[in-house]
Each structure stands twice: as structure tokens, then as C-alpha cells.
């Protein structure tokens, strides 16, 4: 890039009358290293082209994960039939309790396109429309920070992330939090830019107010969308724009704060209540085992790290939870930690192997050496004023000392801008005679990124693609009994409370406990089903879990056998595989789920449901 071409005269833009009139001001001509990696001020008409490829790389890439049947995905469930019961009429309920442990955004968008069509087909279409559009708006605030060409492999790269591309396919949130903070962020950096006043400030304020209201974690985006504003804050811009870019800052911390505090105050819940979500299913009881897999994200019950001891899964505040552990201690553990959130992010692999001592430290390099770049890219950032990175670096952090389990799923809205970060950095750390170790290094980080994720996505793709065979091989069938069970009751009319379901798991010789297939059970049968305790189901028709069935006043249970031979995300392991990692010989094989029933007040008796097929290509009861 010319430096003669970063000369600015978009201030002329912003300000009052004197200032438009003014002598437009000249940016200082950086050096040619940084002239390669400083952009404009504002995106240029040659952003058009790498914009377009990029909404058209994104749209493929998406549209060849869609298909009209239902993906499990654990708070996928939770939405739906939250949703469900919105577009019915019967309020922000779930499984007969009151949903009030995550904000009503999501569920009401979800409700109205229900009743434009309930099919799944229609409704991931709408996911990905709205991740796309996503995409888009990083694209567009990448060319803020970097050239076009590296602001849409970054875009691109980041649509490949296997944590972010199986967004479209599942109906979590992250799609209309995405589109609605990075739209947010894209009005401050013009509010910075000149481009936009006051009523620029206002939409960026209001961006971020639904933000929140779509998730409670929303809050943390204000360090994405306070660095934006604060884009403004470079010497030489007019009073207006220093002005309006300070005031956007503060505004859009009250509004952000505010809504959180009075969204969170409304759903506010007495003791009782809570425990009615929790045995409804809307939040998992955990489990009193060390290890405790987050029920909102089937591949963390695959291979998980070690938490804390004492720690909670949805315990999320910066606070010691062992009298033994000091909050220092607490907060330098999960600072330790930070390589894994990246790593699994940008290789998630690495997460599939988290408990094997090899992958694991592989983990944790690779994502320091991320860090030690995105430093670089911030240091250099700061140098240059552009605040955008800082937010990133506070944003990252936010979650990394705010969470106690590592979850990749939180940084996904930040993900563009974490690969952009590791590209800039690269840059600035191989120039001159560095030039072509750093494209080496470079393209490795590339096709590293390519390679892992681009062999999760073609297995996804071929499973996406695989018809009505869908349900058989998606987890390897691990949800086709529970489907079938289902159907049958859903096909009876069963009653509310007439159906109980154990909240057992166990697999890779770990038992715990999780809410997945109680979620899947009130979706699926549209009625409300009672959650039976771990410890009640020993086994599937003991003479205890029989009494317990009939003093729950359930006729139908519903109970998950324990995997062998385990399962690794699509895949199953083989006998001789399980039996090498274990020295111990496997049992019978036996996975899915078994529907008895209570036939004759005396005993639990198997029922066999029958096949169904293709079942569901809509939401059940619209």
C-alpha cells in the first residue's frame, strides 16, 4: 500500500460548519512495513470485491451444512420449547416451570419465526442468514484494523471454525448476538470515523441494549463495542467526533449495565422457583463427581480437562468456591489456562484430547504462542491508537478470568477478530529480512486452521448431506432411540408429568449427570416430563427405580443405557481400541435409549418403538 494513500480527509465529514470548512488533516505517512499493514481510514471502493467473496465463501460453506431435521444441541432444546410455548400462548415457560435463567431475546425471535414456518429446514436458514450477516459487518471492521485481503481470509478462516459453523445447524443464540454486537461495533467505528453523529451513537446504543437482552454475556461485548467508539480518540479529528466518540463510550456502558440489571431483575427467581428450573431441566444440578460436563455442549462430554477443585459449571463469578482456594489463586489457575480457550477454539481437536497429557500441552502452546502475537498486535494497536484491540484483549480476558471451565463457545463472537489479530501480529514481528519466515508462518497458522477444521467440517458436511439417514449416523445414532421413544409418545397425545426420563450419563468410564435428554424429551413429545436423579437409575428396571417411577405418578421412563463401545463426537470406538486404552475387556455392546412402561403397577416393562424415519422436520405440536 502507497503511503501517499493514507492521507485523511474523511474528518471533513464530522464536526460543526467551521470544521467542515476546514483544511482537511493529514495523518502522518507511516514507514513502508507499516504501510503494508495500516489500512485507510475508511474502507475504500476496493473492499467491494474481498466484501462480496466473502459473503459468497460464508453462504456456500453454510448452505452445504443445511438440512430440514433436527440437530441436538443440548440449549438448542431449551430455546425451542421456549419459543414453542411463546408462539402458543403460554408465556416464557419451559417444562412447566418459568425460564428465567437466560434472557428473552433469542426465544421471541425464534417464537416469531415460528409462526412464519416452524420447520427446522426454515428456521437453520434463518440461523445462517444471520450468521452470515454477521460475517459481514467483521469483514467491514476488519478493513478498520488491516487490508481487505486480510480481513477476509481472517472472515473466512473464522466461518470455518468448526465452535462457530455448527452455529448454523444448531438454534443457540450466537447467530442474532453476533449480527447484533457486530453491528454495534461497526456504527462506533463510524461514530469514530465521522461518518455517523449522535444518531449513530443512539443505534450503536440500542444495537447493544438487544445485545444484552439476547444474552446475559452480552454485557462483556461493551469492551468490543467501547473500543470502537474509542477509534475516535485520535489526534486531529474534530471537536464533534472526539466528542461524540467519548459520549458513545459512557452512554453505551450505562445502557448495556442498565438493561443487564433490569432483565436480570425481572428474572429473578425465589429459591423455590430456581429449583423448579433445575429440576425442569432448564440448568443442570451438576454433578458431585470432579469431572462435570456442561450439558449445553455435547462434545465437552466427550474428553474434558479437569476443573478446579470445587469449582461450579454455570457458577460464573469471580469468587473462590474451596475455602482452601484464595480468589487469587482461583484467578491465576484460569489465567494459567488461557492457551486452551484459543487452541480449542481455533483447533478443536485439541479438545477432543483434552485429557491426554501429550495433546494437552500441545494445546497450551499452541494457544500461548496466539497470545504472545495478539500482545504484539496490541502493543502496536495501542501505539496507533486503535482502541479496537484493546477491546478484544479485555473482551478475551473477561471470560478467561470470569468462567471457571474453559468454553471456546464464548470467544466465538470475537473470533474474526482473534484470527485478524494473530495475521497483524505476524506481520509486525516479520519484517525486512523477517519477510518470508513470517508468510511461512503465516501460511502454517492457515493451514493449520484448514486442516483441522476443514477435516470436522467435511465429516459434518457428509452427515449433513446424508437424507433421511440423518438421525443415524449424527453422533452415531446416539439420539435415533431417543427419537423413536419420542415420536410414539408424541403420536399418543401423552399426557403432562406422565413421562419421566433419567438425567444419567455415562460414557468414556465417567458417569454423570445432564439435562440433554430431558431438553430433548419436552421438545420432542410437547409435553412437560419429570427429571429422574442420577442416582435413581442404576439400572433400567431395578425394583427401586420402579417405586421411584410410580411415586413421580409417571407411566412412561425413559432410560439411557451407559455407551459401550464409547463415543468420540460422530464416531464410536472399537472394541479392541476401548480395551487397549482401558487393559479391561468390554461388556456388551450397548448405547441409546430404552422406553419402558408401567403396565400393571407392579413392574417397568420395554417397550419398542418403532422406527421414525425422518422424524422431526418441524417443531413438534406447531
Known amino acids: 500500500m502507497d503511503g501517499a494513500t493514507l492521507d485523511s480527509s474523511v474528518n471533513a465529514r464530522g464536526g460543526d460548519d467551521s470544521t467542515r470548512s476546514a483544511e482537511p488533516v493529514r495523518r502522518e505517512i507511516p514507514t513502508t512495513a507499516d504501510a503494508e499493514i495500516e489500512p485507510a481510514t475508511t474502507p475504500g471502493p476496493r473492499t467491494w470485491p474481498w466484501l462480496l467473496f466473502t459473503i459468497a465463501f460464508c453462504t456456500i460453506l453454510f448452505a452445504l451444512l443445511h438440512n430440514p431435521y433436527w440437530s441436538p444441541g ?71 484494523l488491516a487490508p481487505p485481503a486480510l480481513a477476509a481470509i481472517a472472515t473466512c478462516l473464522a466461518a470455518l471454525l468448526h465452535p462457530l459453523y455448527q452455529l448454523t445447524f444448531l438454534l443457540h443464540s450466537e447467530p442474532l448476538y453476533m449480527l447484533l454486537g457486530t453491528s454495534a461495533v461497526l456504527v462506533a467505528l463510524r461514530v469514530g470515523e465521522g461518518s455517523s453523529r449522535w444518531l449513530g451513537v443512539i443505534g450503536a446504543c440500542v444495537l447493544a441494549a438487544l445485545a444484552v437482552i439476547v444474552r446475559d454475556a452480552g454485557l462483556f461485548h461493551f469492551m468490543l463495542i467501547g473500543g470502537a467508539f474509542a477509534m475516535g480518540l485520535r489526534r486531529g479529528l474534530p471537536n464533534g467526533t472526539w466528542l461524540r466518540s467519548v459520549g458513545g463510550v459512557l452512554l453505551c456502558g450505562v445502557v448495556m449495565a442498565g438493561t443487564f440489571k433490569i ?49 461450579q459449571v454455570h457458577t460464573n463469578i469471580l469468587a473462590a468456591h474451596d475455602e482452601n482456594i484464595t480468589v487469587a489463586q482461583e484467578q491465576l489457575y ?56 484493546l477491546g478484544v484483549a479485555l473482551y478475551c480476558a473477561a471470560f478467561i478470568l470470569a468462567w471457571p ?3 471456546n463457545r464464548y470467544l466465538v463472537p470475537a473470533a474474526p477478530l482473534i484470527i485478524l489479530g494473530v495475521l497483524v501480529g505476524l506481520r509486525h514481528v516479520t519484517v525486512g529480512k523477517f519477510r518470508w519466515p513470517g508468510r511461512v508462518l503465516a501460511a502454517a497458522f492457515v493451514l493449520a486452521i484448514l486442516g483441522n477444521n476443514g477435516v470436522l467440517y467435511a465429516v ?7 437424507g433421511e439417514a440423518y438421525y443415524d449416523r449424527f453422533e452415531n445414532g446416539e439420539h435415533k432411540d431417543l427419537i423413536a421413544a419420542c415420536k410414539m409418545l408424541h403420536d399418543a397425545d401423552v399426557a403432562d408429568r406422565d413421562v419421566a426420563i ?64 464409547w463415543r468420540v463426537w460422530h464416531f464410536r470406538l472399537t472394541r479392541e481400541q476401548q480395551e487397549q486404552l ?11 435409549w430404552i422406553l419402558y412402561r408401567d403396565e400393571d403397577g407392579k413392574s417397568l416393562t420395554r417397550t419398542d418403538a418403532p422406527d421414525p424415519g425422518a422424524w422431526p422436520t418441524r417443531v413438534p405440536g406447531l
Open 74 to 144: 443440548g440449549d438448542s432444546e431449551v430455546y425451542t420449547a421456549v419459543a414453542r410455548n411463546i408462539a402458543q400462548g403460554d408465556g416464557y415457560m419451559f417444562n412447566g416451570a418459568p425460564y428465567a435463567l437466560s434472557p428473552p431475546g433469542w426465544p421471541l425471535l425464534l417464537a416469531g419465526l415460528m409462526k412464519i414456518s416452524p420447520t427446522f429446514a426454515f428456521l437453520k436458514a434463518a440461523q445462517i442468514v444471520m450468521m452470515v450477516g454477521a460475517l459481514a459487518m467483521f469483514f467491514q471492521i476488519g478493513t478498520r
Open 263 to 311: 432483565s436480570r431483575e425481572l428474572r429473578t427467581l425465589t429459591d423455590e422457583q430456581a429449583q423448579q428450573v433445575v429440576d425442569a431441566g432448564g440448568i443442570d444440578a451438576g454433578s458431585d463427581e470432579t469431572e462435570i460436563a456442561a450439558a449445553d455442549d455435547p462434545e465437552v462430554e466427550i474428553l474434558d480437562a479437569e476443573t478446579v477443585a470445587g469449582t
Open 334 to 389: 484460569r489465567a494459567g489456562r488461557s492457551g486452551q480457550w484459543f487452541a480449542w477454539l481455533l483447533w478443536h481437536p485439541m479438545r477432543f484430547g483434552a485429557s491426554v497429557p501429550q495433546i494437552n500441552i500441545l494445546a497450551h502452546a499452541t494457544g500461548w504462542l496466539t497470545i504472545s502475537l495478539l500482545l504484539v498486535t496490541l502493543g502496536v494497536g495501542l501505539y496507533r491508537k486503535q482502541w479496537l484491540w
Open 405 to 407: 471451565q474453559v468454553n
Open 460 to 466: 459434518d458436511v457428509a452427515i449433513a448431506r446424508s
Open 502 to 565: 433419567t438425567v444419567r450419563y455415562s460414557n468414556l468410564g465417567r458417569t454423570r449427570e445432564s439435562a440433554y435428554g430431558l431438553r430433548a424429551a419436552v421438545l420432542l413429545t410437547d409435553a412437560n416430563v419429570i427429571r429422574v436423579g442420577r442416582k435413581d437409575t442404576k439400572s433400567g428396571r431395578s425394583a427401586r427405580l420402579t417405586r421411584h417411577v410410580r411415586e413421580l405418578g409417571a407411566n412412561w421412563y425413559i432410560y439411557r443405557e451407559p455407551d459401550s463401545p
Open 582 to 592: 482401558t487393559g479391561e475387556k468390554v461388556g456388551r455392546d450397548s448405547r441409546g
